[in-house]
């Protein structure tokens, strides 16, 4: 069974080779809940700034539970600026980003399962 980062990298590409993003934004909601749990909390804030969908929020009430952490972290301000980068990107800068940090979060999971 595919785990959730590879599950989102998995439908956000088949999102983006089709050329609609749209539907793609509650696969990124997740993704700043998984990367708030990880500490990852540059990119979770980021990506909830693009992917901001009231379904998604219905759906994963995880994702307003890391969305007030992140604030938390931050404070409102930092936070805002981090999501408002997120809004402010176009929809392939957006995938690419959301690829890049799931690549890096899997690269340090895996470095952390192999130390001794």
Same mark, same amino acid.
């Given at each position: 069974? /595919?785990?959730?980062? $590879?599950f +989102?990298?998995? /439908?956000?590409?088949i999102?983006?080779?089709?050329?609609?993003l749209s539907? *793609?934004?509650g696969?990124?909601?997740?993704?700043?809940?998984?990367?708030d #749990?990880l500490g990852?909390?540059?990119?979770?804030?980021?990506i909830?700034?693009?992917a901001?969908?009231? +379904? *998604?929020? *219905?759906t994963f009430?995880?994702? /307003?539970?890391?969305?007030?952490?992140? #604030?938390q972290v931050f404070?409102a $301000?930092?936070?805002?600026s981090?999501?408002q980068a997120?809004?402010?990107m176009?929809?392939?800068?957006? *995938?690419a980003?959301a690829?890049?940090q799931?690549?890096?979060? #899997?690269?340090?999971?895996?470095? +952390?399962e192999?130390?001794?």
């Amino acid at each position: 069974m /595919a785990s959730v980062p $590879e599950f +989102v990298a998995l /439908a956000l590409g088949i999102y983006y080779d089709s050329g609609s993003l749209s539907f *793609a934004s509650g696969r990124l909601d997740i993704l700043t809940a998984l990367f708030d #749990r990880l500490g990852r909390h540059e990119p979770a804030a980021i990506i909830s700034g693009f992917a901001d969908a009231p +379904v *998604a929020l *219905a759906t994963f009430p995880e994702i /307003a539970e890391a969305t007030v952490h992140l #604030r938390q972290v931050f404070g409102a $301000e930092t936070f805002g600026s981090f999501a408002q980068a997120g809004a402010n990107m176009i929809n392939a800068t957006k *995938a690419a980003y959301a690829l890049d940090q799931i690549d890096l979060a #899997r690269a340090d999971l895996l470095r +952390v399962e192999e130390s001794p």
